[in-house]
């Protein structure tokens, strides 16, 4: 049954040009009834950018624009008041739109003829259609304007088209408004973490003096161990987190990883409690994370034990911050390494265990806040997806 105010139509990929391409896309779908299918070429023109050596990429006022956007300015452009380009090798079939003229480079594909089509929609249908199959390169990567001109596509009439860009703009305004926030909320946060963690700025009540502690002094260091991975036994089913460098990202709680460890597993591994300060100390050197269930890791890490003549969140923001001092320690062999020695022997000026939970608290609050914005953040992205769907 086809709902009132609807027909179904085909759309897709037309082979009348005899193209070889994926032919997958192409299936039956229902459209309202004031909607037409059209060949992608047919509403659009794609056009081959234009070389442009780097000597000649001298400054100027008109945007360059690569596959992957824009990359310089130029004192010349090539199309006049604006388009669209898309990535022909490189960053491929991602779209770019361009509110002022513009020099497109022979990486891209251009659009400045839209037939009777409101070129803010087609920037939004661009970046649904997952142009990048169409790949028509081999050894180099590479979109033919011949062979997605015959995509076959619904389109709505101009006055809908005006309508779902605009929508579309608002999401994209709120998304861009919120990531802005992000950033700034970043930039406060690295302030505070400048301010905080070298003493340049103290809470009110805190007056003792900080003092020079080597880590191992203040906490049990352990480094990591890996269980044999041939005995099926320590791994398959297993329940305990074994965190190696690849699961440690940017969040800074970790509870899950890649593969697991059972309870024999553990016991032939590195056991370490909940509260465990987790930091790479091989190639990535100071990527941090704290554990928050009871797990092990691999003998890339060193793990600070929970102590209490340390606080932990603390420490977390005082490697975090002091990546590059960590690095200096690291070997100078082709695989950085900073072994779990080198690791203890680290000097760092801290304060008073009760003024190390305070500024932990501060930061942990700025976490938070940039925490919930990003979760905000996704919420639209997730949104305006499910926008870009319904139309």
């Known amino acids: 049954m086809i709902k009132k105010g609807y027909k179904e139509t085909k759309i897709g990929i037309s082979d009348e040009n005899k193209v070889s391409v994926d032919f997958e896309n192409q299936r039956f779908s229902k459209i309202p009834e004031d909607w037409e299918v059209k060949r992608l070429g047919e509403i659009i023109t794609f056009q081959r950018g234009y070389d442009l050596p780097n000597n000649c990429r001298k400054k100027g006022s008109y945007p360059i624009v690569a596959s992957n956007g824009i990359v310089g300015y130029h004192n010349e452009y090539k199309v006049k008041n604006g388009g669209i380009t898309i990535g022909r090798s490189g960053n491929l079939g991602e779209p770019f739109y361009i509110c002022e003229s513009f020099w497109p480079l022979n990486t891209t594909l251009y659009i400045k003829k839209f037939h009777n089509s409101y070129p803010r929609y087609i920037y939004y249908l661009l970046k649904t259609l997952n142009l990048k199959r169409y790949n028509s390169g081999s050894a180099v990567p590479s979109l033919n304007r011949n062979y997605i001109h015959p995509i076959k596509i619904s389109v709505p009439p101009l006055k809908e088209q005006q309508k779902i860009a605009e929508i579309l703009t608002k999401w994209d305004n709120h998304i861009e408004t919120l990531e802005n926030l992000i950033s700034k909320k970043e930039e406060y946060k690295k302030g505070l973490m400048q301010n905080l963690l070298t003493g340049k700025v103290r809470f009110p009540g805190f007056n003792e003096e900080w003092k020079e502690v080597k880590l191992g002094d203040i906490s049990e260091i352990v480094t990591g161990t890996t269980p044999s991975t041939k005995l099926k036994e320590y791994y398959e089913n297993g329940t305990y987190p074994w965190i190696t460098p690849t699961d440690i990202t940017y969040n800074k709680y970790i509870s899950k990883s890649e593969r697991y460890l059972t309870i024999q597993g553990l016991s032939k591994g590195r056991k370490l409690p909940s509260g465990s300060l987790l930091i790479t100390c091989i190639a990535s050197i100071g990527k941090n994370a704290i554990l928050t269930k009871t ?31 960590l690095l200096k320690y690291a070997g100078h062999s082709a695989t950085p390494i900073l072994n779990k020695k080198s690791f203890s022997n680290l000097k760092f000026t801290i304060p008073p265990l009760k003024e190390q939970e305070k500024i932990a608290e501060i930061l942990s609050l700025q976490d938070k806040e940039i925490e919930i914005l990003k979760e905000k953040l996704e919420l639209l992205k997730m949104q305006k997806k499910g926008l870009c769907r319904s139309f």
Do not use: D, M, R, W
């Open 295 to 325: 797990g092990s890791c691999n003998q890339q890490i060193n793990a600070i034990l929970p102590s209490s003549k340390n606080n932990i969140e603390f420490l977390y923001y005082l490697i975090e911050y002091n990546k590059e001092y």
